[in-house]
């Protein structure tokens, strides 16, 4: 038996029809496509956006955010972003810009409309008062690791909530109640970490890179130096050696790595001292623990632990 | 006379006195206790208050210190923008400065076909002063001016982009690298050798510098592909530089200018593994004097991990070209015309190491474009070595062999940055 003879104009209705149900199949699509530079922020806007925003993250918890690699697969989704939410305060100079350069999407350069800055309200510290890189690699604008402070996770949705309600005037109510949800719940934690915190007050510690200011300064950790001799400097066999005199003197307890560096160096460090070392990530979700809340906790944690093994010790 | 009284006095008055005698130290105790208590009440009361002090003392210090950090900035400009970006004078761009600098001595013979001369040398291979600024909301502008032992004072680069066509479209025009495969367009200091793969060199011409217009569309879909077409006086830096020297400045007619179309594409395989592939034609229309195919294709893996291992890049590039060469009597008076058709390619890996490290080996297959029996391979190991970010020290061994005759050759490089160094996403 012959097969029926497909005519041109039946093909065509075919492929019509076919089009026709593979556009009606695919789910409604989010309000506001998203592209944030690092997880800390990415959770913070869908926290925030709820249903009316898709969040594509560019850098990972475990990552160093100064090393970020540059892939082309970012590009496209910056291309067709309505917004980019960044941590800001140059923390993202190492990729951002390059990808922003090849995007072609002018809604979302610096200062237009859909750049998202979530250090807008942050105060930042350790401002270089001179931009010299005997200094190391020095952010001009202030210390960008502000997001390891709970505190400033308000100010953070703030800037994020205003900066969505700017892309998305329609959907101002739902991200003033989804700020309103994620501050009331941030705020608790707050309290309750304050509390389990107490111990670290007056804690002497070393850290890998200089991106403990914030988070000491909440704390009360009193910083006396850094693996790094300075920010992006690795370390050298002179400077490791100061260090080890500075830790025996100031009888440093704990040496704070943060997951995206060498562990070898803080490891060494550890056993010449006798000190315990806390792994923290300087990104959310580095240790494992959903979102920027609990990453927040993972760290605090992870710092009582060491801190209670120190003096143990 | 009643006696009892009289002599029971004394005994009475004795003991009264006894009685008063002993009892005096436990009179004096009673009040030392009270005394005592009185005071440590009055102790415990100070030190409550000291205490409630010093708690509030220490609300007011916390406060002030949240305080301190929760504040929103001053009603600065930073209060009504939308975003903090760092500081740019518009009349003054960001600006940079590259020192390439190289010490090199060949072991054997010379390969002076590759490059690679007899004996050694000091040679500043590159002084580069790079400048980049927007130019206005439709348009960027970028130079690269550059001065070297061999070459003298040129400018590789000047050439406006613009950052606001519709449908994805961006247009370049001025002198620039065109868009040739992966690492013709890099410049030098970027490689990941201390010179550009001998293959690019003779086939290309140096790196793939011209002068014209080139128009890139990036695709409107989730996998990245971008496709670039360029129209130029010529591609390739030494055939730019001899088009230049004789006498037109590069004047010619419509179709002996130079088209180039190119494909480039990138997939993420997984998380940490990615690959991109990229096809390159260009061509001189008029008796067809030359075409050169490339394909390149770059595999990457990136664990994002901070162990000692931290990444591994394989890159291999392959041409062929076929040219048409004017042959030329001891007079200049052309004799005839003779086409060649040429191949050459590279492969190399490079691993990364401890954030400062890292450690490669290339092989290189080139054939001359115009020589008859000028076949060169070159097998080469390299380490890198990197105090900062900032700078940069590179040992390379190279062994070359093929129709000449065998040679051994060892650079050592240091290239430092001055300034806001960086050629973008193009040298990613």
């Excluded at chain 1, 026709?20 to 998203?34: F, G, K, Y």
């Excluded at chain 2, 390439?100 to 010379?110: I, N, V």
Aim: aromatic share 8%; net charge negative.
């Amino acid at each position: 038996m012959a097969l029926p003879s497909a005519s041109p104009h039946r093909i065509l209705s075919c492929i019509a029809c076919a089009l026709w149900l593979a556009l009606a199949a695919t789910p409604a699509a989010a309000v506001l496509r998203v592209v944030a530079s690092t997880p800390d922020v990415a959770d913070i806007t869908s926290q925030i956006g709820g249903e009316r925003v898709s969040v594509m993250t560019i850098a990972e918890g475990s990552q160093d955010p100064h090393k970020v690699p540059v892939k082309p697969s970012f590009v496209t989704k910056l291309n067709r972003a309505d917004a980019l939410v960044v941590q800001g305060l140059n923390l993202e100079h190492a990729f951002v810009p390059a990808l922003l350069e090849a995007a072609r999407n002018a809604r979302i350069l610096p200062g237009a409309v859909g750049y998202i800055d979530a250090s807008l309200y942050v105060k930042p510290l350790e401002v270089p008062s001179s931009q010299s890189r005997v200094q190391g690699e020095l952010h001009p604008l202030g210390n960008p690791h502000y997001n390891l402070d709970p505190e400033q996770g308000l100010p953070m949705a703030r800037a994020i909530a205003e900066g969505l309600e700017r892309v998305d005037p329609a959907g101002a109510d739902a991200y003033r109640a989804g700020l309103a949800r994620f501050s009331q719940l941030l705020e608790r934690k707050i309290s309750e970490w304050k509390t389990l915190a107490a111990p670290l007050r007056g804690l002497k510690v070393v850290s890998y890179h200089r991106d403990l200011p914030y988070l000491a300064s909440r704390y009360g950790l009193e910083i006396v130096g850094t693996i790094e001799v300075k920010p992006g400097i690795p370390a050298t066999p002179g400077h490791l050696q100061e260090l080890l005199a500075t830790m025996e003197r100031e009888k440093v307890k704990v040496i704070i790595r943060e997951i995206s560096y060498d562990p070898g160096l803080a490891r060494s460090l550890a056993e010449r001292t006798g000190a315990q070392v806390a792994e923290i990530s300087a990104l959310a979700g580095g240790l494992g623990a959903p979102g920027y809340i609990g990453s927040l906790e993972a760290n605090l944690r992870a710092l009582l632990a060491a801190a209670q093994a120190g003096s143990s010790g | 006379m009643n006696r009892l009284p009289l002599r029971g006095l004394p005994r009475a008055a004795l003991c009264i006195g006894v009685g008063l005698v002993l009892a005096g130290p436990a009179v004096r105790a009673v009040d030392d206790t009270e005394n005592l208590q009185q005071e440590l009440r009055r102790t415990r009361e100070e030190l409550s208050a000291t205490r409630d002090a010093l708690e509030r003392l220490s609300e007011r210090v916390e406060a002030m210190e949240a305080a301190s950090v929760e504040a929103p900035p001053e009603p600065t400009p930073v209060a009504t923008a939308t975003a903090r970006i760092a500081p740019v004078n518009a009349d003054n761009p960001a600006v940079s400065v590259v020192v390439d600098t190289a010490f090199a001595q060949d072991a054997r013979h010379s390969y002076e076909s590759i490059g690679y001369p007899n004996g050694a040398d000091f040679s500043l291979k590159g002084a580069e002063l790079f400048i980049s600024a927007p130019i206005d909301p439709f348009l960027r502008g970028y130079a690269s001016l550059s001065g070297s032992s061999d070459e003298g004072f040129d400018i590789e680069e000047a050439a406006l982009i613009t950052t606001a066509l519709p449908w994805n479209l961006t247009v370049k025009a001025g002198r620039f690298f065109a868009d040739v495969g992966r690492l013709s367009h890099w410049h030098d200091e970027a490689l990941p050798f201390v010179d550009r793969p001998p293959s690019i060199d003779r086939l290309i011409g140096g790196e793939s510098g011209s002068e014209g217009v080139e128009v890139s569309w990036l695709a409107p879909i989730d996998p990245y592909l971008e496709l670039t077409a360029g129209v130029y006086d010529t591609v390739g830096a030494e055939y730019l530089e001899d088009l230049n020297d004789n006498g037109f400045f590069g004047r010619r007619d419509f179709d002996e200018l130079t088209v180039l179309a190119r494909p480039h594409t990138y997939l993420d395989l997984t998380d940490t593994l990615n690959a991109e592939l990229g096809g390159t034609w260009f061509g001189q229309p008029r008796d067809h004097a030359r075409n050169l195919w490339a394909v390149d294709l770059t595999v990457r893996h990136q664990p994002g991990t901070s162990g000692v291992y931290q990444g591994l890049v394989i890159g291999s590039e392959w041409l062929w070209n076929q040219q048409l060469f004017v042959q030329r009597d001891p007079m200049g008076v052309v004799v005839g015309r003779i086409r060649h058709d040429r191949t050459g390619g590279y492969a190399y890996a490079e691993a990364f190491f401890s954030r400062r490290y890292s450690l490669g080996t290339r092989f290189d297959y080139s054939e001359s474009p115009d020589l008859v029996n000028d076949l060169a391979r070159t097998a080469s190991a390299f380490v890198t070595w990197m105090p900062s970010e900032f700078q940069r020290l590179r040992f390379q061994l190279d062994t070359s062999w093929g129709d000449q005759r065998s040679n051994q050759r060892y650079t050592l490089q240091w290239t430092a940055f001055i300034g806001s160094h960086s050629h973008g996403f193009a040298q990613r």
